[in-house]
């Protein structure tokens, strides 16, 4: 599916059932990460095209969290925007990886007779369905009464005799308990449900919100937003990050913090080892499952703390905007980087300084 074809499938969409909008591509800053590019000698990760993980930020390496149409993925969500016009839910092209479309989300049921879907909402510890009935009231849905519901939308699609067209899904979710549920899909008229996060070695993998944000598929880049949700999968960096205690949140007051946000976008970085995301290369230089150590610079995360000092390797230095300073003896792993690229070393001198609010070390260092 090429890029004109989405804007094709979007024009028809608007025709026939209330629109979609295409976020158009816009001309990168120097600190945008740019798509990786193709090719075997430059994808270090196996990352690269075609790309079925969001980096690693949504899902991760080797999974998919992304909308099958035929025998191909073209179309992967990001979140939800709520709208005095109602709920879009913001996808990513994997082929244009700039194009974001927000299509159109509806409640299913009787044409006429389904509630309105009013907003979708998420807090540290809620989440719910606003719908209005045909009266005009508002009610929230939980739990089992969101279970119940079935979502509708429709994608821009290309088939293999090459027509593009929209293509008619429906999802559900299952409330797993601890904000955790499990998404499913299909296409409509299609006998069989689809889990939304799919990983091979795994028969569930849970999906989870983050609420007040976009996360940028391409660099992870965290923009706040109080009107959005963002939809990821456990598995990834945003899931992660949130399981090791480094929500953008104060877990007491359920209240955002600068400190704690800056702390949550670095890492996002760091999970990935995207060093030169910050330079304009959003590659990441890790593997799945590869292990590291970790301290920031509140001691905000669980099993870390503020001491920096006990880094005896130390990798990198982290904000939001990626490495700030790098060893390149002690990476994770001995993927090559980049010719070109370079980024300070972290030194002997050990201290926090801004940005850096996080750092990442391994046991020992490289052999060379």
């Given amino acids: 599916m090429k890029l004109h074809r989405v804007w094709f499938g979007c024009l028809a969409l608007m025709m026939g059932s209330g629109g979609c909008r295409l976020t158009a591509p816009v001309r990168v800053p120097p600190n945008e990460a740019k798509p990786e590019p193709s090719g075997a000698s430059s994808c270090p990760t196996g990352q690269c095209d075609p790309d079925p993980n969001g980096l690693g930020i949504y899902i991760a390496e080797g999974q998919s969290h992304c909308f099958v149409f035929e025998r191909t ?4 969500p990001e979140g939800f925007v709520n709208s005095p016009e109602g709920v879009r839910m913001r996808v990513r092209s994997r082929e244009g990886r700039r194009a974001v479309l927000e299509v159109p989300v509806e409640l299913a049921g009787a044409s006429g007779a389904a509630p309105r879907l009013h907003g979708i909402h998420a807090t540290p510890t809620d989440l719910f369905l606003a719908v209005a009935g045909p009266d005009g009231d508002v009610r929230k849905l939980r739990g089992t009464e969101l279970a119940k519901q079935t979502f509708t939308f429709s994608l821009p699609v290309t088939p293999a005799d090459g027509d593009p067209r929209n293509a008619r899904y429906e999802m559900r979710w299952t409330p797993l308990g601890a904000s955790r549920f499990q998404v499913h899909y299909r296409q409509v008229g299609m006998p069989d449900w689809r889990p939304q996060c799919a990983a091979p070695e795994k028969q569930r993998v849970a999906s989870l919100l983050l609420p007040g944000r976009h996360v940028d598929g391409l660099n992870a880049a965290v923009q706040p937003d109080a009107s959005a949700v963002t939809l990821a999968c456990e598995t990834g960096a945003i899931g992660a990050c949130l399981d090791w205690g480094y ?35 959003a590659r990441t230089f890790t593997v799945s499952g590869t292990d590291f150590l970790r301290r920031d610079a509140h001691g905000f995360g669980t099993r870390s703390s503020d001491r920096l000092e006990e880094l005896e390797h130390l990798e990198a230095l982290w904000s939001p905007q990626g490495a700030v300073c790098l060893n390149p003896e002690n990476r994770r792993t001995a993927l090559p980087l980049p010719a070109g690229l370079q980024l300070p070393p972290c030194g002997a001198v050990r201290g926090w300084s801004a940005p850096a609010v996080m750092a990442t070390g391994v046991p020992h260092p490289l052999k060379q």
């Fill in 73 to 76: 993925a073209p179309l992967c």
């Fill in 247 to 281: 929500p953008p949140w104060d877990p007491a007051s359920l209240m955002d913090t600068p400190e704690r946000a800056a702390v949550h976008g670095a890492c996002l970085q760091a999970k990935r080892a995207a060093y030169f995301v910050g330079l304009g290369d």
